[in-house]
């Protein structure tokens, strides 16, 4: 059985082989496309897939991550630049970005020290997204015995933003919940199933160590009896602006 540090490797490896391209969409519900952007903060950036769309948005993008593995497989574009954040302060000079984003982060580090280090390090009228996606994987958790990730998850909110925080200088433009289908191959499945921590420890004990990734792929096929399926996902954001 592997130990907590083996299982962020594996939980990593698997979280940067695929993640639905929702990232994008989100954004540009939120966001003028033809607003230039100098450059653009991504707040717990994981291995970059939320900051390379943000460089659709931005010339230039910074991208923070306290969790190291993550950063080990980011994705190396030559618009992003990566930094491990200690999960204090950013080093970063005040007034210095146009547009920072929170992708399915913000719940893990949410404090009055996060919020006031944004606002200091975002420029006078720059806008902060707060975003998420969840995706409707019940039906293929059923499929696999496996337990429904509302159980595994229980207290995790795809809902946070800065409810509850002093937001003096922040303003609300917009707060969006809607759903998107997507179509997702068969091997990228198997990797969303196991980025999940207690998703891959149940198919580890009913599937067996020996080439897990592999056996996940085969049965899903042999059960969908295709090699994609399409699966909904429920997106959220909330879209705030910095006043100084």
Known sequence: MAMAGEYDQITAFHYAAFRPSLHLPILKECLKTDTERSLGLDVGCGTGQSSMALTHFCKKVIGIEPGKEMLEKSIADPEITYSHYNGQNFEFPDNFFDLITFAGSLYYGKSQ????????????????????????????????????????????????????????????????????????????????????????????????????????????????????????????ATVYRITK
């Open 113 to 236: 020290q996060l919020l006031d280090e944004v606002v200091r390090v975002g420029k006078h009228n720059s806008q902060i997204i707060i975003y998420d996606f969840e995706l409707a994987l019940d039906v293929i958790l059923e499929m696999l015995n496996l337990k429904p990730l509302v159980v595994q998850e229980l207290d995790y909110d795809h809902l946070v933003n800065f409810d509850g925080l002093n937001q003096e200088h922040v303003n609300v433009e917009k707060e969006k919940v809607g759903d998107m289908s997507i179509e997702i191959a068969i091997p990228d499945i198997s990797h969303v199933l196991l980025s999940y921590k207690d998703n891959y420890n149940q198919l580890l004990q009913s599937l067996g160590e020996n080439g897990l990734y592999d056996a996940v792929s085969q049965k899903l096929r042999s059960i969908i009896k295709s090699e994609s399926t399409f699966i909904e996902a429920k997106t959220y």
